[in-house]
C-alpha cells in the first residue's frame, strides 16, 4: 500500500502522532501479562501482511519526519555517528544490504541500478537521486554507513567480530535509550552492556552472544525491547540528558495519558558479506499510553507488566517515579479480564473493555 | 597501605592484579604517586638494566628509591601530559619481547594502557596494578569534558558546572569514568558529595 508520510516533529511541540494504520501494527513487546528478561530472538523472515515483521528494514509513515530529526541530531552532535577505521568496509557491506533490501521490498518508494561499480540509487521519499562507485567513499557526501543511515529509520550498531566477542566499533546513534555511542565505541559485547542490571547474573549476555556469534548470512535473526519515554522524543541521549530529564517531571494525572509513550525497539540482527561484522539496527517505534488502551488486551496487559515489574527494572528504565501515576492511569482500564497468549491485538476475539 | 580492595563492580570496570617481574626484551614501567611501591616490589636487578621508568611524583618523595634501583632510562615528569609525548615514543621505539608494567591510579593507568594498546602491544604483555588514591578520571558525558582525579560522587563537572554522578560505567578508549548529570529530573537536589568508596 502506498504510504502517506507523516509531517510531525519529534521535539519542542511534539507534533508526532500515530494513524490507525500505525496503531494496528505497533509493536506490542509483551507476549504475556508480565515482563522479565530473556534472549527472545526469533528468524527475521519476514511476517504477517502489513505487520513491522514483514519487511526487512520497515518503512512507515513516520520515515520522512524521523530522518528529518536524525540530521538536526547531527547537525548539533556529529559524535553520534562514528566509524572506527577499519569498519569502512562493513559499512559498504550495510549500505549494499539496506539498497537492495529497500529497492525490492519498496520499489515504488527506492530504486536500486547496478552496472558493476557504477551504482545509481534513488530514494523518492527524500528526494535523492545520486550515483556513485561502489566501494570508493570519494563518490559519497558522507562515509557508507553515514550516507544510508541518513536515510534509514533507527540506530545502526555495527559490531565488528574477533576473538569470540563482538566490538562495538561503528554506529550510527541517535534515537538511542540513554547511552552514549561516543562512551561506547569500541566496547565488546559485555561492557557496553554493563551497566544493565540483573541480566549479567541470569547469564542473558553470555547466551546471546553465543547466538549472535553464529549469525549466518542471509539468516537474519529479530526480538523487540522495550522502554518508556514522557513525550514522543527520539534524542534520549545521555548526551542532552540534562536537557529532557526534566521532561519526565511533566505530567499529571490529566496528561498521563498522552504524554507517556511506550517505547519499542525492534532489534534486528543481520550477518554482512564482506567484513563478517554484524550489523544490529535498533528500530523506535513510539506509542501514547491512551492510544495502547483503544486496543483491549494491550490496555489489560501494559497495566499488569507496569504494576508487577521489579523495582530494578522499574529504576533502570527510569520510569519508577512516575509508576503510581500510571498505575492510577492504566488500571481504569484493565478489568481483570484474561488475556490471549502472544504479542498481537487479537480485535477479532479478545472481548471489549468492560470499563474505563 | 597503598592497596585498596575494589568492591565488585560493573563488567566495564577495570580490574587490576600484581605486577610481577617477567622476561622480556626489554622492560617499560610507567607510574604515579604510590605506583611507585609497585615497581620498588618487583625490580630485580637483572630487569632494571633493560628498564625505562617514567615516574610521576604527584607530590611524593619516592623519586629517590626509584632513581636508586639503577634502570637504564629514567625521568621524573610533572603530569601525565608531560609525559606524554614521552610515552608515545618509547611506544614508538618498541621491539617485540617489550613488557610493560603500570601502576599507580587509575587515570595513569588506563591511559598509559590505552597508549600501549594503539601502539599494538599485546594485552597479554601489559600488566596492572592499583595503588594510592582511588580517585578518578572521568569525563563528562554532556560537555565531554575529562577532569582529573575526581575524588568525591557527585562531583560538580570543573567545564559546564552540571553536577555529575560518577559511574562505574568505563571506556578504555577515553580512559575514563562517565559522568552523568544528578540532578536532571529535580534541578537543585544534589546530595552532598562524599568521598568515592566512603
Redesign the interface.
Known sequence: MTIQFNDETFRDDYSFHNSDRALKRFPFPFHEDSYMYSVNMEQHQGGPSDSIYEKRFDVDEHYVSEMRDRAIVLADDP?RCQSLPHMTLAGWDLLELIMVSKSEDYPDLFELHRDGDQWRWVNKPMGIDDSFTFLDEATLPYGPMEYITRQTQGDFAVLDQRDDNLWMDAGMITTQADW?L??????NF??????VPLA?EKGIFVRALKFLLNIQQGAPARRLNWTLTVNPLLDTS?????????Q??SMTPETVGAKQHLRVELQTFFRLPRSNALVFPIRCYLCSFQDLTKTPKWARRLHRVIRDLPDELATYKGFI?NRPMMLDYLSQFDDGLPTSLGIWPDLDTEPPLQKG | MSKFAFPPSMTSRPVYGRLEPRAGSAHLMIADAEGAEAILDVATPDMMAKAHIIYIPKGTDFGDRLRALSPAQYYEGPSYAAAEQRIAKAFDDAKMGLQVYLSGTEGVIGQAQHAAMQAGVPHTAIQTEHRGSTARRMQCVHCKGITEDVETDPFQCSHCGLHLFVRDHYSRRLAAFQGVNIDAEDPGNVPEAKGIYE
Do not use: C, Q, V
Request: hydrophobic fraction near 35%.
Open positions: 559524535l552514549s561516543d562512551f561506547d565505541i569500541g566496547m559485555f561492557e557496553w552492556h554493563a551497566p549479567h545521555p548526551e542532552n540528558y540534562h536537557k529532557w530529564g526534566i519526565k517531571t517515579d
